[in-house]
């Protein structure tokens, strides 16, 4: 079935590090990928989405590009704030179904 | 629009009991979805409906929980005879063809414990 894996978590980094959390998935057909991120004491939000191979989606400083050939989505920011701390979830919906499928989410937290 | 809306936020219920939640979408908003997140896990597909009309039920859906999306507005998500792993936070979502149908908007989510 589908399904998506996510680096696990949780992650610590100082602010302005460099950000990369890993995500990779199985589809049965062509998936639209996204990027969901969940502030403390906040809704789900959606943060960047692709909806075919090579598209980059961005948003707010973070990047993914939609790579068919390694069935990955990975989620980068170049320097990261104490802001971005969150919980961060990669996500596919397969064309004709119309459910999400989530990973398990990571957490993030900046430390100043 | 404040977007979608869940009620209630917490409930704490004793195992064997009924519950029922509510949820609100974005108005004008005709896709409702329901999924179930337990502690350390993303989201997990419940049910969705388009209208009124309930088109997918996921198998973690058992013959003790039921949806219903009567006027096409809101909806409601019943679990009876509740049991101590039906504890989980309980999401709403909503889409509409304007924004695009897989991007999907989420509520707070209700929190549900069972004692």
């Known amino acids: 079935g589908d399904s998506v894996t996510q680096m696990e978590g949780p992650v610590t980094l100082s602010e302005e590090a460099f950000l990369t959390i890993n995500c990779t998935y199985t589809a049965t057909g062509y998936p639209s990928l996204f990027w969901y991120v969940q502030y403390p004491g906040e809704g789900l939000q959606l943060l960047l989405k692709?909806?075919?191979?090579?598209d980059k989606g961005s948003n707010k400083g973070f990047e993914a590009t939609y790579r068919k050939e390694t069935t990955s989505f990975h989620l980068e920011k170049g320097s990261v704030q104490v802001s971005d701390s969150a919980v961060y979830f990669c996500?596919?919906?397969?064309?004709?179904?119309?459910?999400?499928?989530f990973g398990q989410g990571t957490r993030l937290t900046i430390n100043p | 629009d404040t977007g979608v809306s869940q009620d209630p936020r917490h409930k704490i219920t004793k195992r064997g009991q009924n519950v029922t939640f509510r949820c609100d979408p974005i108005s004008e908003h005709n896709r409702l979805y329901w999924y179930r997140q337990t502690l350390g896990q993303g989201p997990e597909f419940l049910t969705y409906f388009q209208n009124e009309a309930q088109l997918e039920k996921s198998r973690l859906l058992s013959d003790r929980f039921s949806a219903e999306r009567p006027k096409g507005s809101f909806s409601t998500l019943e679990i009876q005879r509740t049991e101590q792993g039906d504890s989980a936070m309980y999401l709403c979502a909503s889409s509409s063809p304007a924004s695009g149908l897989d991007e999907q908007f989420f509520g707070p989510g209700t929190r549900l414990t069972v004692l």
């Open positions: 692709a909806t075919k191979a090579d």
């Open positions: 996500a596919l919906s397969v064309r004709g179904a119309q459910k999400l499928v």
